[in-house]
């Protein structure tokens, strides 16, 4: 196996060489979004100085050009997730765009009054509000698997959820605050056996693990650009063909009609009956670069690093004194969510800031967990693989000049 | 002390601190120096909006003087908070609604003030405000 060549890949993300407040920036906010890598930046910038032009629709030799390479990027999606089909890729604008998308369409189609969605407990709030919605509208009702102290999900509790009525379960593939990796194949096996599709989001896995939505046989997969180094505003829902098949349209607009009457209006095929308007073209380009950026990594090299860092970070962060982990699984990312005794980690987190290293506070958008442990907010450090050993020990330092100042 | 006295004399104490971390450790200190507010005030109806971190507020007046008493459980912020009482506090409302206070650009403080930050000092100075505003408004009618 070939291991990370650390510098080579710094080199390959302008933006982590520089100084902020005059000290090396350690970047250590990727749950949030992830920085992208020169191939990313100029196919971007190549596409706006050279080929730019709305795809299918117009005949002339640019929106040709881009068509092909919308629809080349399509595939090459469809290849990194392994999906029977290409027009089983939704392109969206990014994950919570997909979960609302099939909270909506699935939901009008196949939801009715007092009918069951399952979630769980660690879910951010993009997978709790667009059923809640459903809910809303249709008296439903959602109920919600619980996890334990170490941040693993009751897999017997969630046994225990389904009913006759359960119509979809819809679950984190890995938590953005635990960190936790849910065991996916477990999930999925027990729902069909209810006959019950899942929903799986994807925003914090595809990133760090080979994805393959047949061997997994989930029925609808979602994740975000900018969370595997690609650009903002594009996002993907992978479904099975069966349902987006079946679902009705969620948006009306250019693109994803056959015919428009005042009368009748048809729709298009898959995968354009779910692509009102004009597509984020670039985005689309954008994140196949950033694919292909992985993929000449390895993603197997990636995950391997990744979890030297956890287990690095999970050492030297708990001989801290008075320093508490939450999410403990031992299925877990690079990710470390944790609180100082009597420090509030909105203090820690601006003393950090001027340090150069970039964490995020708060509830990560993730409400119900931090209920769960009885607090309000937490720092929240994650790691990927253009993080080093070293950023680590600053972290650690700077949490300790911290607690001197702030204890 | 007249407010930009205060003011003024605010930024030369910042004057000498050229590290980001003198400034924190002096406001920590300005934070934890700062009387705490009545417990019945810690409820939401006082608490300036923001999810990062929370900040109370409560302001009283008497004969034309507006006086601020302010807590906050983060102690950087708490510290920013003190800033903004020292000072406004005691001082004629009439002043106080109008201030311009200068100040927060000089010491280096500028991006607390960005609207998006939660709890800025943006959305602190502009709730002291509107509390003079407020009492001062209240008692010209009477």
Redesign the interface.
Known sequence: MVDIDLQKIREDFPILNQKV?NKPLVYFDNGATTQKPRAVIEKINEIHSLTNSSTHRGVHYLSGLMTEEYEASREKIRAFINAKDKSEIIYTSGTTASINLLAFSFGEKYISEGDEIIISEMEHHSNIVPWQLLCERKKASIKVTPFDENGDLLIDEYKNLFTEKTRIVSIAHTSNTLGTVNPIKEIIDIAHSHNVPVLLDGAQAIQHEKIDVQELDVDFYVFSAHKIYGPTGIGILYGKQKWLEEMPPWQGGGNMVKNVSFNKTTYNNLPYKFEAGTPNYVGAVGLTKALEYIENIGIENIRTYENKLLHYSTQELKKIEGLRIFGNSKNKISVQIFNIDSV?P??TA??LD?LGIAVR???HCAQPVMDHFGID?TIRASMVFYNSFEEIDMLVEGIK?AQL??Q | MTINEIQDSIIEEFSIFDDWMDRYSYLIELGNELPPIDQKFKTDEYLINGCQSKVWLNAEYENGIISYTAEGDAVIVKGIVALLVKVLNNQKASEVMNVDLYFIDKIGLKENLSPTRSNGLLSMAKKMKLYALAYYTKHKEK
Request: charged share 20%; aromatic share 14%; glycine share 8%.
């Open positions: 407040y509030h909105y203090d601006m003393i001027k506070t708060g509830s907010s000049k100042m702030l």
